[in-house]
């Protein structure tokens, strides 16, 4: 066993909060108790589990609050579970979904968990109107009926009524959303300020019910979250846990070899390759349901031709990427559901094919090509990605202007509609195949503001789709409603402004003395409550 328990108490904060280029002592490893995890969290705007709608946030929401619906970390293909519910019943109609609360179970401040906190939870999505709510908006609920769709009939029953009728794993799925997170409704409404619903207050501080709270956050460097012992569903192994925004693969492994941080998150292939023959580090594998991919803005008049957008799809070296800086992180995918989920499509209709491109391009009108900005992330693969697209496009003739920049100016860019190309990629934010589809393939109102919504970003009015879209939620066939995914994504491959490229495969490195890190496959955020050392 690695000799530990040097750094202690707030020496040790002290130590971790060191900037990572700045560090140069060596440390013997991160106390027994204490959980140390390097990754990238500059994406992440607020902590407020209504507003948040990153990667990152989504992250902590996991291990700070509790959902009326959850999973079991350890099996996954369980699917949804009892979470703060302990049971729910539907009604005949298929609209009314009642909950019971699970008795004698806690927020972090000691206020008792009840249904009045989940109804005013669900309400305060609707009524903050913030990225996400459309995860539950979508089921008919608004301003104007929030009180008698989502009420509280007791301290413990919790009624939720849809508009129409809904497939209920549909339904469920989306209670297990990090948006559909449970509140300290007495907590955050001392907090409300001009009848923001506590949101700015929120926004820095926790009011849950998880495995952990949280002590501080310092955005673009750390979060640090400390143990709830008396978690409802087990006595978490950590004390604590620390996050800290290491951009840099190469400085999150030498962190790692040091023993200075227990998980890195973010290293490249040849980190990975690097680190394989040290026996005091292990190497766990998960495939994901993050889809990279990019969008073509439908406002531009040459990207919103259907030859121009089918020829770039011919201009991708998938088999390059993956085999070469992508290999064993990514694997080629090119529809919009993740492998695993219902409905998935295997088929790879694409391959890199200049001549096939230059002349749908020709065809298109434009023989000489055009010029195009692509803006990215600055995370290595994906501007490594839009470098190899840059590449490619020129051999069809298509000069490529690359703009990077932190998470959060691109994807207010993205979110703003203000681009042209967009590289990126999406997660799902509950694990049924209505997650991706409605933000891939729906877009019900383009002149609205739908932020949420991919398709809407770019510009894509699909009234037609968006109706098939509903109508597959709708569906309680299992069989039919798989295949009007598969048909969705066969015509989603050949007509959209989007390019799915490829699918995640997590690379996660730790220290070879740490168990039960798990990531979440496909289906939702990382756990750190089941980690032990």
Known sequence: MKIKNLLKGLAFATA?????LSATATYAGTPDNVLVVADRIDDMTSLDPHDLFEFSGTDYVNN???KLVSFDPKDLSKGYQPGLAESWTVSDDGKTFTFKIAKGRKFHSGNDITAHDAEYSLRRVVMLQKTPSFILTQFGFKAENVETAIKAIDDYTLVVTTDEKYAPSFVLNCFAAAVSSIVDSKLVQSHEVDGDWGNKWLQTNSAGSGPFSLVKWKPNESYRLKVNADYWRAKPGMKSVIVRHIGEPATQRLLLEKGDIDVARNLTPTDIDGISSNSD??????????????????????????KVRLALRYLVDYDGMVNSFLKGQWVVHQAFLPLTYMGELK???FSLNVEKAKKLLAEAGHADGFDVEIIVRNVQERIQIAQSLQNTFKQAGINVSLTQG????????????DFQIYVGTWGPDYPDPHTNADTFASNPDNNGTHAGKLAWRASWDIPELSAITKAASQETDKEKRAQMYVDMQKEHQMNSPFVEMFQKNDQTARQANVQGFYTGSAVTGVYYWTVTK
């Open 64 to 66: 700070v609050y509790d």
């Open 16 to 20: 971790v909060s060191v900037s990572a």
């Open 347 to 349: 088929d790879k209709p």
């Open 406 to 417: 932190t998470g959060k100016q691109i994807l207010g860019q993205y979110r703003a509609r």
């Open 281 to 306: 580090l292990a190497v766990d594998n998960d495939l994901r349901g993050r889809i990279m991919y990019f969008a073509m803005s439908q406002k531009d008049p040459i990207l919103s031709k259907p």
